[in-house]
């Protein structure tokens, strides 16, 4: 944005964002609160006034546990790696839940958010960012759900267990870096907001979650596993159930990559969209 004063022609003042990534760390920095504040105001929109508030963080993913276990596990009696199939469909609802509402969130963040964007400056990367804070309090609800599963079934953690924190951040950086690139489509396309569902719906089902990893044919490893929660689910799997699990080294090594390119080109289209996007919001 370039301020000009009328009466002094030859004074311009200019107020942009960082030029460099070594200022934009330093104003994300500085306008910390301002995520923490967003991501709270979006934790209180989610659960505020709602009719079930928390349940649905917690039935969404059962629901579909008990769908799939139906028709994968019942009708089509996949394998599930020696555990029962509802622990297997739901230790990998976790992890996908999470990618899915994250980015579903984090494509509407800049749009819902237009009118600040359009008055005021902060790094917008902020939006999406925070949006994600959502998926991760549902995150903790259902995994609190899961423990109580795997009491029942009588499945305990494993030190594999210590490994988890490692799997959710690779989720995270997955959504989020999806959620750069269709937040900053979606402000300049409006129809991109449309591409997102459809995303979600098609990768719930080209993602092992109502299916283990060891049905896929040796011949479709390598297209299979360039979709990012591949390894992200296996992974979940391996460190939560233990068992008969297995966790393909090569295939989380090529999820890892993918979610690292995914992160990395997002984060760079959405610093090049950044700056005329409260033009085009």
Known sequence: MRISPTRSPEFDL???AGRGLGRYWKDLWLFRGLFFFLAWRDVLVRYKQTVIGVAWAVLRPLLTMVVF???FGRLA???SEGVPY???VFAA???WQMFS???QESSESLLANAQMISKIYFPRIIVPTSAVAVSLVDFLFSFAILLGLMAWYGLWPTWRMATLPLFTLLALAAALGTGFWFSALSAKYRDFRYVVPFVVQFGLFASPVGF???IVPEKWQL???LNPMVGVIDGFRWALLGGDTTLSPARLALSALVVAVVFTTGFLHFRRTERVLADVI
Do not use: D, N
């Open 212 to 214: 283990s990893s060891t």
């Open 101 to 103: 509402s994250g980015l």
């Open 69 to 71: 276990t139906a028709i």
């Open 77 to 79: 009696k996949l394998p």
């Open 93 to 95: 609802m976790l992890p």
């Open 14 to 16: 200019v107020i942009e």
């Open 223 to 225: 297209l299979y596993s």
């Open 86 to 88: 509802p622990i297997l």
